[in-house]
């Protein structure tokens, strides 16, 4: 069985202090819920405090990226060592975000995702297709070059500390979702594609999130799907009665 995993991507949002107002609030809403992982995802400055904040707790604390290297000259990076350090637990790569604004290429996301996993960091490697793609039919290859590129040179002993987050970039932000049958259909391709990268076994125990506009009226619909580990919520994570929701509709039947 694999343990549902619902991660809150707070983006480019929240100071320290509001990002402790709302971890606190998570943490006294969430304490009692069993069955699902859960994660936050602060912006860098926020991390450390995010962290201490959530000390003795089961809520994860996640970086929104990292870089490959360890160290050295790259002005303005902040690699997985450091986020560990700061006391984050996961490291999500590939946003569609960094892919679209940022340059970052599917190769660049397998080294993020080698380097986070090296550091001790669980890594979210985020896949998904635009709308242009999708209306084009290339869904399913588009992501299987964002699979190729983001599992290269991952062994399967990795796949407790690896998450897939299928996001259709036309349903992030957008209030569009896809339907949990289009998601499914995906879902359950990538993990084909994860038997044949990594071996059954790793394939059946990968969790692999939905997101893309995912709030707490459509929640359960796309949970419910039988390849639908959880969720990565951008906006819908800004509330903490909103994303309470969502973790508790991730609750296994
Ligand atoms: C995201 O940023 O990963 C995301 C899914 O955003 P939203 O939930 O706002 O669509």
Not at 117 to 129: D, T
Not at 142 to 151: H, M, P, R, T
Not at 166 to 188: M, N
Request: aromatic share 4%; glycine share 14%; with cysteine.
């Amino acid at each position: 069985m694999r343990t549902p995993f619902v991660v809150g991507n707070w983006k480019l949002h929240k100071t320290i202090a509001e990002s402790l107002a709302l971890v606190t609030e998570l943490k006294n809403q969430l304490g009692a819920v069993k069955g699902v992982a859960v994660g936050v995802a602060p912006v860098f400055t926020a991390l450390h405090a995010v962290a201490k904040r959530l000390e003795g707790s089961p809520i994860a604390t996640c970086a929104q990226d990292c870089h490959w290297e360890a160290s050295g000259a790259w002005t303005g990076e902040v690699s997985a060592g450091h986020i560990a350090d700061a006391g984050g637990t996961w490291a999500i790569v590939g946003h569609s975000e960094r892919r679209q604004f940022f340059g970052d290429t599917s190769e660049g996301v397998g080294k993020k995702a080698r380097a986070a996993l090296a550091a001790g960091l669980g890594a979210i490697v985020c896949v998904g297709e635009s709308l242009a793609e999708r209306d084009g039919g290339r869904t399913l290859a588009v992501v299987d070059e964002q699979l190729a590129g983001g599992l290269s040179g991952i062994a399967a002993a990795s796949a407790p500390r690896l998450v897939i987050a299928y996001e259709p970039v036309w349903a992030i932000g957008t209030g569009r979702t896809a339907t949990p049958a289009q998601a499914q259909e995906v879902h359950a391709h990538i993990r084909a594609r994860l038997a044949e990268h990594l071996g059954a076994d790793a394939a059946g125990a990968i969790r692999i999130q939905y997101g893309g506009s995912v709030k707490p009226s459509n929640a359960e619909a796309l949970l419910g799907e039988p390849d639908i580990d959880g969720a990565l919520v951008g906006g819908a994570s800004l509330e903490a009665s909103d994303f309470v929701a969502i973790v508790k509709a991730a609750r296994p039947g």
